[in-house]
């Protein structure tokens, strides 16, 4: 087995709260700079810069997870990641299908644009992509898993848009293939707190929004090549392979 890292939560200019400088060469460039070998591109309800930042990653030999930080119904937030480009489109689809109509204000929420390799804007999101879409966790879920992508639940430990805060417990049965930690458990030390928790994998993510936040934390996937496949397998503990948080 081999050791790669990753920060599978990161945020770009698409996202409402994502720095201006969050385009993808920045990314790929600051990733590159902290040593990732994998990054996940998770915008609020939205998975349209994923492609780009790809296409740019790969020539950096970064892989790319591709997937959205979804806004459920009960405002839990959580990573969707998708293996091709066609299950990619058809939760892009299930996204503009269910998130309200519900106009983005510049002057109080910041740009939603997509951009390509020379920072140029190609698209600009009209709906505010931070609402929750009118899909539970459950549902969107099950979704997530038709389309035989990832659904993990992101920052569990903090106070807002976690399941914890939002439910207030983790429910009996969640059909997660992993639970993400924030930079903040490293110090509040969740994981201690909270054994149920250890029934399920567990990854620790950036959530940048800045770039000199992207790598701040990290997982260790352990794992003979990158792909997606062989994430999935690490997530599941097969043959030997594993995650380690950092």
Do not use: W
């Not at 998708?82 to 939760?91: H, I, K, R, V």
């Not at 804007?121 to 879409?133: F, G, Q, R, S």
């Not at 805060?165 to 994981?191: M, R, T, V, W």
């Amino acid at each position: 087995m081999r050791t790669f890292r990753a920060d599978l939560h990161i945020h770009t200019v698409l996202s409402p709260c994502g720095d201006l400088a969050m385009s993808p060469g920045r990314i790929v460039e600051e990733a590159s700079r902290k040593g990732l070998d994998i990054i996940g591109i998770t915008d609020h309800n939205s998975t349209r810069q994923c492609g780009i930042t790809a296409r740019m990653a790969s020539a950096k030999g970064i892989y790319v997870m591709q997937g959205a930080e979804v806004t459920t119904k009960e405002e839990v937030h959580c990573l969707a990641f998708f293996e091709n480009s066609d299950t990619l489109d058809s939760f892009q689809v299930y996204l503009d299908s269910n998130l309200p109509e519900i106009m983005n204000d510049t002057s109080k929420f910041g740009y939603q644009v997509v951009v390509d390799e020379d920072e140029n804007i190609v698209y600009e999101e009209d709906k505010l992509l931070i609402n929750a879409l009118d899909k539970g966790m459950d549902e969107i879920e099950s979704f997530v898993h038709s389309l035989n992508g990832l659904f993990i639940p992101a920052h569990i430990d903090k106070s807002k848009n976690s399941i914890y805060s939002q439910l207030g417990f983790l429910p009996a049965g969640l059909n997660a293939d992993a639970l993400e930690l924030s930079p903040a458990s490293l110090h509040n030390k969740f994981e201690e707190k909270h054994y149920e928790i250890n029934n399920y994998q567990t990854i620790r993510s950036s959530d940048a929004h800045f770039p000199e936040e992207i790598g701040r934390v990290h997982t260790e996937f352990y794992i003979p090549q990158v792909s997606f496949r062989e994430i999935r397998a690490a997530l599941k503990g097969v043959d030997g392979r594993k995650t380690e948080i950092r």
